[in-house]
Nanobody, 115 residues
Framework: QVRLVESGGGLVQAGESLRLSCRTS????????MGWYRQAPGNQRDFVAA???????NYTDSVKGRFTISRDNARNTVYLQMNSLKLEDTADYYC?????????WGRGTQVAVSS
């Protein structure tokens, strides 16, 4: 059974940092591309960042230079380091991967940025 469990969200002030974690089970983690998405209230779920099994990364433009995605294959965990947080980063953040052509999602972790 594939499971993705996010943690690390919280309430912070603008300019502060958070690190999100997504622990996985049920997959051969080291071969999987992992992604982070976010969904603000009333909005669709949007791509934030992804990391491939070779460590290559890509980001949506709005987080480039502020967010860093990384992975620890020994811990089956992917991280999202979020620095210089802005009000518009407020959202539920979801971890994602695909396995046998099926997308899997965690239940999300909430990030709220206040002024």
């Amino acid at each position: 059974q594939v499971r993705l469990v996010e943690s690390g969200g919280g309430l912070v002030q603008a300019g502060e940092s958070l690190r999100l974690s997504c622990r996985t089970s049920g997959i051969n983690f080291k071969i999987h591309r992992m992604g982070w998405y976010r969904q603000a209230p009333g909005n669709q779920r949007d791509f934030v960042a992804a990391i491939s099994n070779d460590g290559s990364t890509n980001y949506t433009d709005s987080v480039k230079g502020r967010f860093t995605i990384s992975r620890d294959n020994a811990r089956n965990t992917v991280y999202l380091q979020m620095n210089s947080l802005k009000l518009e980063d407020t959202a539920d953040y979801y971890c994602q991967t695909a396995y046998k052509s099926v997308n899997y999602w965690g239940r999300g972790t909430q990030v709220a940025v206040s002024s």
